[in-house]
């Protein structure tokens, strides 16, 4: 019940310029979310998967991550997905105080502008962990909040068609915002089944955009 009544104030209550949980289109659009990279290995992988549809994205990236594979930073922008912020470090936001969340993301934000050259004006918290406090901070500093509508729950490591069959039970829905993540083999092969089934069903996979 909590969960329901934070998710209602989140999604209802607060204006999608300070915190976006999906994204209203008049077109047919969904928007694939990716957190936790760039992963050598995987992320690549990626890219041409979404390369092979022509699709775009959004990477939720870590810092840390971001200086150590640059050339994962730049290969993402020149093909045109969104790169947006998922902290410096990814520490548990529910545990630490609200200079040190100030800190991850500035950082964040500097390492992916100093490798592209691009300011980046989307955050995601790690675990999707919010407050009030940080919520204001973000509005303070010109970066939207960005959550999901639907989460694949790739994180729990499932074989790939037990992800696919959620899917299916529950279809994904116009301006839906969907999770995954690029630190995983499995993302890719579940992307293969469900992407071009969407695009079947006359979707548009679209990157991130304010």
Known sequence: MIQQLKYFIRSKLLPNKLFLIDKKSHAKSIYL??????????????LTLLDKYDVKVTFFVIGSCAQKHP?????????????????????PFHKISLAQKVREIINTN????????KKCDMFRAPQGRWDFKLLMKLFSLKITAVHWSRDSMDFLKEEPEK?????????V?????????????????????LIPKWLSQGFKLEALKL
Do not use: M, W
């Not at 500097?110 to 050259?117: K, V, W």
């Open 110 to 117: 500097l390492a992916i502008e100093n490798i592209i050259n």
């Open 163 to 171: 992800i696919i069959k959620r899917f299916e039970i529950k279809p």
């Open 173 to 193: 829905s116009p301006g839906d915002i969907i999770l995954f993540h690029d630190d995983d083999q499995r993302c890719i092969e579940v992307l293969d089944t």
């Open 33 to 46: 979310t990716f957190d936790d990279g760039p992963v050598p290995g995987v992320t690549d992988k990626l």
């Open 71 to 91: 050339e994962l930073i730049v290969k993402i922008n020149e093909s045109g997905h969104t790169l947006a912020n998922h902290s410096y470090t990814h520490p």
